[in-house]
């Protein structure tokens, strides 16, 4: 499974942003899809999941402010941002889940919210 993030940028305090996150490869093998971040100095945290079926899930941080979706027809999965406040800077992985629990990797697409 490759995965290919894109989207991030610099963003004002209370804008929005929208990464995606295009899968190829052995995409049936995949359970469920998900975004996690890392900000300077801290660790990497999970942000949202999805699930093949649309089930989600958030961190407590985002929910309310960002949604994940994803078009099954496309192979790609969406986290739209909004409220963004300082805080939400850093980098945004995007990740997979086979069947197996064997965990994939995008490249991560840096956000930056600032003034």
Known sequence: VQ?????????????????SCAASGSISSINYMGWYR??????????ATITNDGRTRY????????????????NIVYLQ???LQPEATA??????VNYYGMMYWGRGTLVTVSS
């Open 91 to 96: 980098v945004y992985y995007c990740n997979a």
């Open 3 to 19: 995965l290919q993030a894109s989207g991030g940028g610099l963003v004002q305090p209370g804008g929005s942003l929208t990464l």
């Open 38 to 47: 890392q900000a300077p100095g801290k660790q990497r945290e999970l942000v």
């Open 59 to 74: 961190a407590d941080s985002v929910e309310g402010r960002f949604t994940i979706s994803r078009d099954n027809a496309k």
């Open 81 to 83: 941002m909004n409220s």
